[in-house]
């Protein structure tokens, strides 16, 4: 490569091509080049100067180092291999953009933060969620989801009684909900709500984080630090 020439960039990932991110993965290697013109999308990864993975938005456990660094671009040059996680679980396997790694394992020479810049809840969901946040009353705050965490199961045994608060466990996530009916109640709930807690899940933080500031200006965060959730009291 050449001073001024275009960083060739290979994307691609370790999920399957019927995942979110595999679907996608067409679009994303087309539109790199229309995005940043320091950059060009490569059309493999020998010719590649680089080759991102996309990390998967799954859960990242032991089995996966092994996945992951038996990918042949990994086995063949791995000095040009990076990652993108936009996960709030990341795994330290590659030098990259993380958005969750936490400061014990953050590596300024080998990694960089960014914020996460995945969402695929289409606008119209955002708007048909504030409709129904006006048939709802004004809370103060809202949460519901899993309990995943210490910091969770202490939320849920709070037994919050108040009309103004609203804290649900649930497992109806909108992951496993096709109909998108679990995705609306809980952004109607979060737009209707003055303060949106955060608490983290299995992860070393929350993507509620994102969502919640998406869902517009009304609501704000109410987090702990990063990593340190788990050691605050609820009250």
Partial sequence: MTTGEAVRIYLTTTDAKDSLVGRLMPQMRSALA????????????????AVLFIESGRNKFASYRGVLLARPEIVDDPSKCFIYDFTDAPAAF???????????????????AIPSSWDDT?????EVAAARA???????????????SAVRARLFAAHFDDVRYAV?????????????????????????????????GRGTTTLRLYEIMRVGPRTRDLVGRVGTADRYPVD
């Fill in 168 to 200: 649900s466990e649930t497992h109806d996530w909108w992951n496993f909900d096709p109909s998108g009916e679990a995705r609306l109640v809980y952004l109607a709930e979060v737009s209707a709500s003055l303060f949106g807690l955060a608490p983290r």
């Fill in 94 to 112: 590659l030098p990259g953009l993380y958005t969750a790694m936490p400061r014990h394992r953050f590596n300024p020479d080998a990694m960089r």
């Fill in 122 to 126: 289409p606008e119209n969901v955002f």
């Fill in 34 to 49: 229309e995005l940043e013109p320091r950059y060009s999308a490569a059309g493999g990864p020998a010719r590649a100067d």
């Fill in 134 to 148: 006006h048939q709802l009353r004004p809370l103060l705050f809202s949460f519901r989801g899993f309990r995943s």
